[in-house]
């Protein structure tokens, strides 16, 4: 099984619905983050937490929001989804406990907003 | 904060050919340095990192130093492989307050041909 588990893997939604995409993680560990992929644009940091009391907005926080429910659970909404939000979203985690922060990512969620 | 600017690609080598993409950093100190490998379909992982200047990081056939003198941290493969085909990340991590979040390249997408 997967450490960093991301749903859906695909999404095709409408202008202006609410959707919610989820992570999940059993490295036990306490920071999470959320990234979206563009073509061209490398990855951008939408939001992050470093536990469950603390979030934090990222480079483009604009049209979305998080929620850490548990310190394994950090979902990602966008509250009206519109089509330039069409990207790859990545979540991924790491250890605070370890020097070098490395990350480790889930295998992503595609959204498509027509 | 922290950035990095990253070679553009795509880059189209042969197999067997040498392998370098260029990343070049500004950064608060002197963090530890990564490069991420995206293959296809699949999340980032990472490649390889040095958590020092001079120090040299190295996995799977790839090494890059990391260069105070001239703040890069370039990515170098001897003999590249069809598999080696993927998308390459460079990241530094930033740092601010005790907390790490990390600014990525754009990433170059490396096609290897047989």
């Known amino acids: 099984d997967a450490d960093v588990t991301q749903t859906p893997r695909n999404r095709i939604t409408k202008t202006g619905k609410r959707i919610m995409l989820e992570c999940s993680q059993t490295?036990?560990?306490?920071?999470m983050y959320w990234y979206r992929q563009d073509p061209g644009l490398g990855l951008r940091l939408i939001y992050y937490?470093?536990?469950?009391?603390?979030?934090n907005k990222g480079e483009i926080s604009d049209g979305y929001s998080v929620s850490r429910q548990a310190q394994a659970k950090f979902s990602l909404s966008l509250e009206s989804a519109i089509p330039n939000q069409t990207a790859l979203y990545f979540c991924?985690?790491?250890?605070?406990?370890?020097?070098?922060?490395?990350?480790?990512f889930g295998s992503g969620t595609q959204l498509s907003v027509l | 904060g922290n950035s990095v600017t990253q070679m553009e690609g795509p880059v189209t080598l042969s197999e067997e050919a040498f392998l370098t993409i260029n990343c070049t950093y500004t950064?608060?100190?002197?963090?530890?340095l990564f490069w991420y490998v995206q293959y296809p379909g699949e999340g980032l992982q990472l490649l390889l990192k040095?958590?020092?200047?001079?120090d040299k990081g190295s996995n799977k056939g790839f090494e890059a130093t990391y260069r105070k003198e001239t703040t890069s941290f370039h990515l170098e493969k001897g003999s590249v492989q069809v598999s080696d085909s993927a998308v390459y990340f460079c990241?530094?991590?930033?740092?601010?307050?005790?907390?790490?979040?990390?600014?990525f390249g754009k990433g170059t997408k490396l096609s290897v041909i047989p």
């Open positions: 991924a985690t790491s250890d605070s406990r370890n020097l070098d922060e490395k990350l480790f």
């Open positions: 490295k036990g560990h306490d920071r």
């Open positions: 937490s470093f536990d469950v009391k603390d979030i």
């Open positions: 950064a608060t100190g002197y963090p530890s």
């Open positions: 040095a958590t020092k200047a001079d």
């Open positions: 990241a530094p991590p930033e740092s601010g307050a005790g907390s790490y979040q990390l600014t």
